[in-house]
C-alpha cells in the first residue's frame, strides 16, 4: 500500500506559504516501490483554493500533505523531469492515502486537472501567435 513514511516538518512563512524544514518521503507501492522525497527548503502554499470554493474546502486539513507533495511534482514538471497527469494522478493517490473524504477529493482533483487544461489551452494560443 502507498503511504507517506515521514512526516510533513515546516514552518509557516510570513507569506502564509510552508517551508518545509525535513525532507519527507511517499512511497508509492503501485509504481515499482517509488519513493518520492521532498526537500528540505521546499516552499509550498499548500492548496491554492480559489476563495469562493472554501466554503467547501479549506487550504489546509487532511489534504496539506498531498498538496505539498503535488506543489514538488509540479516544480518537477516545469523542469521537464514527470508528466502533468502523473503529478495529479500522484495527488489523488496520496489523498487518498491520507483519508480525505471523497467529495474533498474530487473538488481538489478537478480543480487541479481543470487547471492543467487550461495551462494547455493557454500554451497552444501562445504557440499559435
Do not use: Q, W
Request: aromatic share 14%; glycine share 6%.
Amino acid at each position: 500500500m502507498s503511504t507517506f513514511t515521514t512526516p510533513l516538518k515546516g514552518e509557516i512563512l510570513d507569506n502564509g506559504n510552508l517551508l518545509v524544514t525535513e525532507e519527507f518521503d511517499y512511497y508509492r507501492e503501485a509504481n515499482n516501490d517509488e519513493v518520492i522525497r521532498v526537500p528540505c527548503g521546499f516552499e509550498s502554499d499548500f492548496a491554492s483554493v480559489p476563495f469562493v470554493f472554501r466554503i467547501f474546502v479549506s487550504p489546509i486539513g487532511r489534504h496539506s500533505k498531498p498538496a505539498v507533495l503535488h506543489d514538488y511534482l509540479c516544480e518537477r514538471y516545469h523542469l521537464g523531469e514527470v508528466s502533468r497527469d502523473y503529478c495529479d494522478e500522484v495527488f489523488n493517490e496520496a489523498m487518498k492515502v491520507k483519508g480525505v473524504r471523497a467529495y474533498h477529493r474530487i473538488i481538489l482533483f478537478s480543480g487541479v486537472r481543470v487547471y492543467a487544461y487550461y495551462l494547455r489551452v493557454k500554451n497552444m494560443i501562445k504557440e499559435r501567435r
